[in-house]
Nanobody, 116 residues
Framework: QVQLVESGGGLVQAGESLRLSCQISGSFSSVQSMGWYRQAPGKERESVVIMRDTGSIKYADSVKGRFTIFRDAAADTLDLQMNDLKSEDTAVYYC??????????WGQGTQVTVSS
């Protein structure tokens, strides 16, 4: 059983930074991708950054140059460094893990609120 637990969300002012962390537990193999998604009030969930098993990383255009994903395999964490936050970054952020041939795993989410 794989579990994902996010932490690090909070309330910040525009221009400030936050670092989200996703603790991954459980045994697994054959990871297809891992990444971060977000869902703002009244909007659909969208991908923020996806890291594939090939090593490729795809950022949403809206966060390019401001957000960076970090994977620590030894600690089994997946972090998201968010700089120069904007009010439009306000959302619940979810960690995501996909295995080949299986349904994706999601964390419970962590709230990020950016005041302008």
């Amino acid at each position: 059983q794989v579990q994902l637990v996010e932490s690090g969300g909070g309330l910040v002012q525009a221009g400030e930074s936050l670092r989200l962390s996703c603790q991954i537990s459980g045994s697994f193999s054959s990871v297809q991708s891992m990444g971060w998604y977000r869902q703002a009030p009244g909007k659909e969930r969208e991908s923020v950054v996806i890291m594939r098993d090939t090593g490729s990383i795809k950022y949403a255009d809206s966060v390019k140059g401001r957000f960076t994903i970090f994977r620590d395999a030894a600690a089994d964490t997946l972090d998201l460094q968010m700089n120069d936050l904007k009010s439009e970054d306000t959302a619940v952020y979810y960690c995501n893990l996909k295995f080949w041939g299986q349904s994706p795993y999601w964390g419970q989410g962590t709230q990020v609120t950016v005041s302008s």
